[in-house]
Antibody, heavy 123, light 111 residues
Framework: EVQLVQSGAEVKKPGESLKISCKGSGYSFTSYWIGWVRQMPGKGLEWMGIIYPGDSDTRYSPSFQGQVTISADKSISTAYLQWSSLKASDTAMYYC????????????????WGQGTLVTVSS | QSVLTQPPSVSGAPGQRVTISCTGSSSNIGAGYDVHWYQQLPGTAPKLLIYGNSNRPSGVPDRFSGSKSGTSASLAISGLQAEDEADYYCQSYDSSLSGYVFGTGTKVTVL
């Protein structure tokens, strides 16, 4: 079974750093892109960026470029999302999801999704 | 910022048919990029419902159907059931942003 398991909820103070994780299993981790999606409280889904663990090729949404860093460690089948200095506005649920690639298509869906990591930033 | 617009809410009685629209532009849906739909039940992660405009993943009931025309796409739910009460999101690719975009989301309420 293809599965993405994310790290647990975090409570941090403004200015602190954070790295959350997403571990893939049940498939070849290096062969599929992994995306990150933000969902602020009571709001919709926002695409943040995507990484190809095979060579760490990474793309960011213009809205998140420079605000977060996406990385991966293929030796342990894990993707990461990190912040160097958190803000209260980073409070949200963060999901990772595997891109479901279809030959010749640029617009591809994401499936499956991790269970989400809730990040709370408060002084 | 969402570049795909959906109605905030739709509702229907059990057994009825409801549709959710997803309106984009010439840089995403209108450019020919496929549209995908997700269902997010309360307190859970999104789940892929329709991919490639009209294809259902294994296990998704055929009550759910999708279509695309021009710069818009639609999700239809026929034979509405109480368990369909959830948030629904469309997703596509945008060439001007060089990345993926989600719709604003639609809450479906079963009356």
């Amino acid at each position: 079974e293809v599965q993405l398991v994310q790290s647990g909820a975090e409570v941090k103070k403004p200015g602190e750093s954070l790295k959350i994780s997403c571990k893939g299993s049940g498939y070849s981790f290096t062969s599929y892109w992994i995306g990150w999606v933000r969902q602020m409280p009571g709001k919709g889904l926002e695409w943040m960026g995507i990484i190809y663990p095979g060579d760490s090729d990474t793309r960011y949404s213009p809205s998140f470029q420079g605000q977060v860093t996406i990385s991966a460690d293929k030796s342990i089948s894990t993707a990461y999302l990190q912040w160097s200095s958190l803000k209260a506005s980073d409070t949200a649920m963060y999901y990772c999801a595997r891109r479901f690639d279809r030959l010749g298509e640029l617009s591809n869906p994401f499936d499956p999704w991790g269970q989400g990591t809730l990040v709370t930033v408060s002084s | 910022q969402s570049v795909l617009t959906q109605p905030p809410s739709v509702s229907g009685a059990p057994g009825q048919r409801v549709t959710i629209s997803c309106t984009g532009s010439s840089s995403n849906i209108g450019a020919g990029y496929d549209v995908h739909w997700y269902q997010q039940l309360p307190g859970t992660a999104p789940k892929l419902l329709i991919y490639g405009n009209s294809n259902r993943p294994s296990g998704v009931p055929d009550r759910f159907s999708g279509s695309k025309s021009g710069t818009s796409a639609s999700l239809a739910i026929s034979g509405l059931q109480a368990e369909d009460e959830a948030d629904y999101y469309c997703q596509s690719y945008d060439s001007s942003l060089s990345g993926y975009v989600f719709g604003t989301g639609t809450k479906v309420t079963v009356l």
